[in-house]
T-cell receptor, first 111, second 113 residues
């Protein structure tokens, strides 16, 4: 298996623009997680899905953030409008049991 | 609710020395415990996990961890570290063998020549 795939790997955008991050989980995994990692706040769980249904979105920082999982093989995390404080590395992870498999991350820079 | 405390934010050590990274957890039920490693510019990957059975768990790259229920700890050890072990290490706890885990704040291990 190719592992968890994230795109793009790097994104540079200007404040106010819409940003869409994409994730393809490992086939057969029924949990999908979105995390954000910064030096200041460490690793934060934003939202997670089970069988494509959002289970807990309490980590989503504000209404500018939204996530969808239209099918078992694809998820998006959207930020609209983006702000400089959204700059971070965003990770997607998937699991079938307790072990989570992380993607390589998307490094987002908002100018 | 469950929580994880990694007692050291940074651990510097010389090459070939032993190392212990400390992790304590809090939970009202039985737990599953994990250690992940994150190398620079990469995602996290599993080092080892405790689900049940033997309290001494061996993982990849020569690491091992011991589950201590009375002390609610799951410390990670390696008898002799290499430069390539320089990375950030995360302890995580889950109350089920599925679903979300709660991660600690991470410990940065720096191995010096």
């Amino acid at each position: 298996d190719a592992g968890v795939i994230q795109s793009p790997r790097h994104e540079v955008t200007e404040m106010g623009q819409e940003v869409t991050l994409r994730c393809k989980p490992i086939s057969g995994h029924d949990y999908l997680f979105w995390y954000r990692q910064t030096m200041m706040r460490g690793l934060e769980l934003l939202i997670y899905f089970n069988n494509n249904v959002p289970i807990d979105d309490s980590g989503m920082p504000e209404d500018r953030f939204s996530a969808k999982m239209p099918n078992a093989s694809f998820s998006t995390l959207k930020i609209q409008p983006s702000e400089p404080r959204d700059s971070a590395v965003y990770f997607c992870a998937s699991s079938r049991t307790g072990t989570q498999y992380f993607g390589p991350g998307t490094r987002l820079t908002v100018l | 609710a469950q929580s994880v405390t990694q007692l050291d934010s940074q651990v510097p050590v010389f090459e070939e020395a032993p190392v212990e990274l400390r992790c304590n957890y809090s939970s009202s039920v039985s737990v599953y415990l994990f250690w992940y490693v994150q190398y620079p510019n990469q995602g996290l990957q599993l080092l080892l996990k405790y689900l049940s059975g033997s309290t001494l768990v061996k993982g990849i790259n020569g690491f091992e961890a011991e589950f201590n229920k009375s002390q609610t700890s799951f410390h990670l050890r390696k008898p002799s570290v290499h430069i390539s072990d320089t990375a950030e290490y995360f302890c995580a706890v889950s109350e089920t063998n599925a679903g979300k885990s709660t991660f600690g704040d991470g410990t940065t291990l720096t191995v010096k020549p």
